[in-house]
């Protein structure tokens, strides 16, 4: 369970408001969140491992506040970024995997095939000694994908994981995500895969402007960013 | 340079199998001789028993090549000076030299995994642990390297923004995109690591985590009551148990239908607190693990 408790957000050198206090409590297992750009979308969900620090409230995560104890929060969330390419560090993909399994495994033949199972079991186990460089923009985000699923994580945050990616693999990683056994929380420009969450909340301008069934979400949203055009065009 | 750090390629030769130290230690010992040693006829020895061992890691023979052919390109200038003062046996030495240690280098980089090398730096470091912990070299190592076709291409891309809007001559067009998005890509990196937590941990609470994973409770527990006196929780307070692991993710979409039809649009505007209460679980009865992750191709 993850749990916003008035947690707002301010900009650190001009003290402007990026989110409005929040209280939130996250329980269901897809969980999509939507809005337009620079709504406030991504610090949100960056709050639940601490990626961002709330400046007033707390936000906590499975009963642990990760303002105090963000390691082993972070040890529970796994997270997934919009560009893949940022959170491979090693050269090929079984490195980069085996990299993540540094702090769980000790043997290096262990860990080499833990991380070999893991990419298999992502469909990148002919990939394995194939340099980052060389792969495609979809096959790095499974890979990004595999190295945090490899730490076993309970809770999945995928910051616009498939904005990057053509049709095919847009596909391909939204249905991977879905079927993960893991608490999944998505923020998404794709109202196709929003819809398909059990919950689904809106934040526009800094604030949670919706929250509910992902149906009535997207509807709600598709009105309010068609009306922000319309007015624009009649001005 | 950039095309050089995916050379490293999993094969069975005696390179592979040897540890990295010894390769390195190979490649150091080999600069000192051809630094003290300036016999031709030893050099081109060394030359040639380099070319070998790389011809033996049987390296990517594209890449490879290129990176020959530079150094071939820069012994043969080199030497070309020493034959213009008419010091032949110096300009022999001096071009084996070059393509030896160049040649056994590539034979290292193509023969070593990254993570080995890691392994390696990690331990050359432990000496200085106090002041710099090993892990957090290696993984400096790694990023280093990691940033430098990133950056490469961050240029490219700049370059041809700048060509695409006529501005080709300007160095600045190219120079500050080029900045500005490497030390983007820095946070974004750092972010990435944080996220992944990644040399982060204390020692103790790594030790904590091998043996949590093991199932060794009672080291466990030590390395708990560790971090405990360090002001941490312990582990064992926080962990869900399985009925609780299946409320967490076993909310079903009628709670979120009924959260939804509760929060609507002009409830929400306030930052409204919206709490689903999880109904029934549609998890199969057991927790979550990476075998339950499913294979798809």
Redesign the interface.
Same mark, same amino acid.
């Given at each position: 369970?993850i749990e916003f408790k008035d947690a707002a957000v301010v900009a650190p050198d001009s003290g402007v408001p990026i989110l409005?206090?929040?209280?939130?409590?996250l329980?269901?297992?897809h969980i999509s969140i939507i809005g337009a750009n620079g709504g406030g979308k991504s610090t949100l969900v960056?709050m639940i491992?601490?990626?961002v620090p709330p400046a007033s409230g707390s936000v906590e995560v499975?009963?642990?506040d990760v303002a105090k104890?963000?390691?082993?929060v972070?040890?529970m969330v796994?997270?997934l970024?919009t560009?893949p390419?940022?959170?491979?560090?090693?050269?090929?993909a079984i490195?980069d995997v085996?990299? $993540?399994l540094?702090?769980?495994?000790?043997k290096?033949d262990e860990r080499?095939e833990a991380a070999l199972a *893991?990419l298999?079991? @992502?469909?990148l186990g002919d990939r394995a000694?194939v340099?980052v460089?060389?792969l495609s923009g979809g096959q790095r985000q499974l890979l990004a994908l595999a190295?945090?699923?490899?730490?076993?994580p309970?809770i999945l945050v995928a910051d616009e994981p498939t904005t990057l990616l053509d049709l095919r693999w847009r596909a391909?990683v939204g249905?991977?995500l879905r $079927?993960?056994?893991?608490?999944l929380i998505e923020v998404t420009h794709d109202l196709d895969s929003a819809v398909r *969450?059990?919950?689904? @909340?809106?934040i526009d301008e800094g604030?949670?402007?919706?929250?509910?069934?992902?149906v009535?979400?997207v509807a709600?949203y598709r009105d309010l960013m068609f009306g922000r055009v319309k007015r624009r065009q009649a001005t | 340079m950039i095309s050089m750090?995916?050379l490293?390629?999993?094969r069975h030769t005696p390179l592979h199998h040897a540890p990295a130290w010894l390769k390195v230690l190979m490649l150091v010992a080999m600069a000192i001789v051809t630094v003290v040693a300036s016999d031709p006829v030893t050099s081109v020895g060394l030359m040639c028993a380099s070319v070998l061992l790389l011809i033996s890691t049987e390296p990517p023979a594209k890449a490879t090549a290129w990176a020959m052919l530079g150094t071939v390109l820069i012994a043969a200038l080199s030497a070309s000076l020493h034959l213009w003062r008419g010091d032949w046996a110096r300009a022999i030495d001096v071009a084996a030299d070059l393509i030896g240690i160049v040649a056994l280098a590539l034979a290292v980089t193509c023969s070593t995994?990254?993570?080995?090398m890691l392994?390696f730096v990690s331990t050359l470091a432990r000496p200085i642990r106090f002041i710099l912990p090993p892990?957090t070299l290696g993984?400096m190592f790694?990023?280093m390297?990691?940033a430098l076709?990133?950056v490469a291409r961050l240029y490219l891309e700049s370059r041809m923004a700048a060509r695409a809007r006529g501005l080709e001559r300007s160095v600045r067009a190219v120079v500050f995109p080029t900045t500005t998005r490497s030390v983007g890509?820095a946070l974004?990196?750092g972010?990435?690591?944080?996220?992944?937590?990644?040399a982060?941990?204390a020692r103790g609470?790594?030790k904590a985590?091998?043996a949590e994973?093991r199932g060794e409770s009672r080291a466990a527990r030590k390395a708990t009551k560790r971090r405990r006196g360090k002001g941490?929780?312990a582990v064992a307070d926080?962990e869900?148990t399985k009925a609780e692991?299946f409320?967490?993710?076993?909310?079903?979409?009628s709670?979120?239908?009924a959260?939804?039809?509760?929060?609507?649009?002009s409830a929400?505007?306030?930052?409204?607190?919206?709490?689903?209460?999880?109904t029934a679980p549609?998890?199969e009865d057991r927790p979550?693990?990476?075998d339950?992750?499913?294979?798809?191709?």
């Open positions: 369970m409005e206090p929040t209280s939130l409590t329980t269901e297992r960056r491992n601490g990626l499975e009963g642990l104890q963000g390691p082993r972070r040890r796994g997270f970024f560009d390419s940022a959170q491979l560090i090693m050269p090929t490195e085996m990299l $993540s540094r702090r769980t495994i000790d290096k080499a *893991a298999e079991e @992502i469909g000694d340099s460089n060389a190295g945090v699923l490899a730490v076993t309970r391909h249905s991977l $079927s993960l056994p893991v608490q *969450a059990e919950r689904t @909340i809106v604030s949670v402007a919706f929250d509910g069934s992902p009535e979400a709600y | 750090l995916g490293y390629r999993p995994s990254m993570a080995a392994d892990e993984l790694a990023l390297l990691r076709p990133e890509f974004q990196l972010q990435a690591l944080h996220a992944r937590g990644i982060e941990e609470s790594r985590d091998k994973a941490a929780p926080h869900l692991a409320a967490v993710l076993g909310g079903g979409p709670s979120a239908a959260a939804g039809s509760s929060a609507g649009p929400a505007r306030a930052g409204a607190t919206a709490t689903a209460s999880p549609e998890l979550a693990t990476r339950d992750s499913p294979t798809q191709r």
